[in-house]
DNA sequence: TTAGGGTTAG
């Protein structure tokens, strides 16, 4: 082609390397690398992981590392022909010293070789080359990779036998470490007692504390960096917007969203993806599509952030069109797209569009049916009575039956009034999550419906002998930026005579309108009358009167639940947005209700 | 010569 003066185009040239690779003519390679630089190519980027392969493979390591630095998005194939040049090289040095050890350990962390390159750090050490800050701070992050607490712990004790308490790699390392094991006090105490001020240690206790659920602790070491006169980057405001995320806290977003944009960081992907997350959760699905039409070059995630927050706020059907609208600009799904495609389809009922979704996402996307595909997928079948076809896709997925699955059939026995299915799901649910009381209260509420008052009786007795405690309901409401606690019954709110008067002023009105309290089943061992006042005193009972009264007329009331609404709370609340005239938004731990004058937005489907 | 922090679901 080349000799016939036909002109080769970037398409060309990596299909050419390669065939120079596999037929080791790497003389006609480098030829060919010369036309490249004659023709102007040498920054296409398939171009260069194709010419990293080349040089790698025929031991010309320098060449290739320097074309592979200059690479902005490597591609696998290129740290593997890399990676093992090096790892060849290595092996045939006979003294290696601390340089190569690290340069190989890293080589294969970068590589997503997590087991190998925390492997090879036991041989290094053998070796008494020594160890120094990269050595650590690499092996850290594939610790931190692979969640293996049990080593953080002994690299900790390492680097403080090595004196590096104080070193910023180490400290940011081990922050990061421990956080991503799951051990956010340790992660905590070793932040803490470093004393650092360094950037990079503080956005990573930041990220622990938000990925941990502890939104206001991340909000508060925010500002005690500011404080310090550290500078943020857009690193610091994706974890800040999560944190916002998990307290529901809309006017600390709203804050956070501005300083944004005063620091110009509004163009950074993942600040804008974590922003769209953030508004979704924090009930402004208005908001989250705002900002998402403004991130410039939207990614994978910034479209299933926006299609499963839609979906969460039971838009279902703007959630496929949302879909629809990705497709059409070419941006492939992945397993996450789908997996809110799917609750997409659930939160709003349509199981055709689901059933359509499901059973044709392998050939369509090329994405493999998931655990968690099938358990939405089965939740749906639930959810519409089609219970049949739910066990009968239980029997005959790929899978064994999990949490999730047996969850969602319980879920369906109850909607269904089914006892047996709802039966064997608690059992089934019972032995895979022996700690979980919400198990025991579905079962009751399915034999409660059912008139089976002994069965209620029995699990009351269940309950209280293996004593299994009902996790307390917590609900919350942000009035500016503070965020109020309510808890069943609780009187120790500030303004708690006039939430208690609120609710006294309500109950003749929702009496009228219909409102009966629904006694029987709640698990309480206490009287009746006694039991229609806990119900009524129920969290979000006390977070929706809350807001009433703190908050101006005809204003939104946000409020946030740690767990599913309750049956009782939801057609209390149905009402009270029709009798107060107010659009109430509670976010329980599933999705969101949109309560506007009498009606819920579920469509009482939850 | 070798090295650190962030985003989407269930």
Redesign the pocket.
Known sequence: MHSLGVKCNEFAFPSVFKACTLTNDFRLGKQVHGTVVVTGFENDEFVLNSMVVLYAKCGEIADSTRIFDAIPRRTVVSWNALLNCYVQLFNVIPEKD??AW??VI?GH??NGEDVEAVSLFPLMYGEGVGV????L??VL?SI?SLQASHICRQMHALSLKSGFEYN??I???LV?AYG?CGQSEDASRVFKESQTS????F??MI?VY??DGQGEEALKLYLEMQSQGIKP???????LF?AC?SLSAYEQAKQVHVQVLKLG?II????G??LV?SYAKCGSIDDAERAFREIPER????W??MI?GM??HGHGRLALQMFNEMLKEGVAP????L??VL?ACNHAGLVTDAKRYFSSMEELFSVQPM??HY??MIDILGRAGKLDEAMELVNTMPYEANA?VWGALLGAARIHKNVDLGSKAAEMLINLEPEKSGTHILLANIYASAGMWDGVAKIRKVMKDSNVKKEPGMSWMEIKDKVHTFIVGDRSHPRGKEIYAKLEELSEPLRKAGYVPMVETDLHDVEEREKAKLLYHHSEKLAVAFGLIATPPGAPIRVKKNLRICLDCHTAIKLVSKIASREIIVRDINRFHHFRDGLCSCGDYW
């Open positions: 601390l340089i690290n340069a890293s962390s970068h120094n800050q990269t050595t701070s690499t992050k931190a910023n790699y400290v940011n390392g990061d991503k360094d950037l990079l240690a956005t990573s990220t938000s990925q980057d857009a690193f610091v405001y994706s974890s999560n995320a960081f950074d992907i993942f600040a993806n974590s997350n990614s994978i995630v910034s299933s952030a499963g979906a969460q992945n397993h996450i797209t997996v809110s609750c655990e968690e358990a939405c999730a």
